[in-house]
């Protein structure tokens, strides 16, 4: 990391983003994360860990397609050699919605709960997070989603126990306190992020794993990938606008030297496993490494935060007409969020360059990019260009024009952006409407 300190903390903030009311800086980060518990075949210990937790009564959180699975078999059986009475409660959308949420959260509230399991993609662990917040805390739905969409309200303190079991090696959900969902009337990707969502333990099992479809692993991965880029690039947390109150602080500080830490090892582990973890599913310890740098990802952007890719990819998921990926499910039409995600990415990252070149260039030899002899204009392209060659060798659509977009959707695609203050602000170059237009532009074909 040597080579990082000159970058510090700082030198990006010179983008000129927005100051506090008082015009004071942030001067503080702080370092939240889920204890980890890892290894093959160690869901078998959820029932432990939940005991101990103090949980007596349990609803199992899972999606339609996983739960006739091994891994929620696995979590039922552990729960109930504890003693502990274990209900499944199997009815996630897949990319959920405020409608599943309230369904989920209803459940909660109707059964009684003193624990969560989730075991599933991030979309599960993302609706255990709402269900035990609003069945513990009650409140209108938008009380506590982000402003400007939400409230904003701070959660009032502690939730009640969750464990998550991650079945795919991408969002990192068990380790941050994020929650997404799409509010289905206003066509828009929003979320609750509070550091009391965070899940107290991940339980990464890379046996898990094993079923993932190709095109779910691609993307899935590719979204680990950006989580690492985005909160590596971001705007440092000493450039953002100090808290009113350290309450205030925002789970997304922006860029801080721990976070870049895990950053750097997660992109180093993805550009040498997703392809081998892709081509061979056989491949345990591909799988594994992928399985790690999603949490090593996770507990980097889960402080740093990400930024532009993920606030496009919002509205780009949320505009979803017909596309349907190879392995997901078919009842309905879906972008998922990591393909989403990377589409944007090498755009993105090519407009970012200017603000901080030598964290561009770093990253992208990290990729394995030969980057001696590069000049600072060339960070940019360098760093999309080893996106671009991952994207492909991964088999993902080449750009939005791909997946059913077209130029005439640029004005939405950018409406549904500039409400995501949550992340938008931490893009270390500040971007207007008219930016983002010349990104969506630039998003549609890469290849
Ligand atoms: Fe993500």
Redesign the pocket.
Known sequence: MAELRAQGSGVAGSGGQAEGAGGVKESAFTMDTSSIKYGPGVTREVGFDMKKLGAKRVMVVTDPRLAEGEPVAVALEALRAEGIDAVLYDAVRVEPTDTSFLHAISFARDGNFDGYVSVGG?STIDTAKAANLYATYPADFLDYVNPPIGGGMPVPGALRPHVAVPTTA??GSETTGVAICDLTEMHVKTGIAHRALRPQIGILDPHNTRTLPQMAAASTGL?VL??ALESLTALPYDGRAAPESPELRPAYQGANPISDIWATKAIEMVAANIVRAIQDTEDDEARSAMLLAAAYAGIGFGNAG?HLP?GMSYPVSGMVRAYRPPGYPPDHPIIP??MA?ILNAPAVFRFTAPTNPEKHLYAARLMGVDTAGAAAEDAGELLAGAIIDLMQKTGVPNGLGAIGFTEEDIPALVEGTLPQHRVTKLSPRPAEAQDLEALFRDAMSYW
Request: proline share 0%; net charge negative.
């Open positions: 991030g991408g969002t979204d950006s989580h990400v993920h969020h990591g995600v």
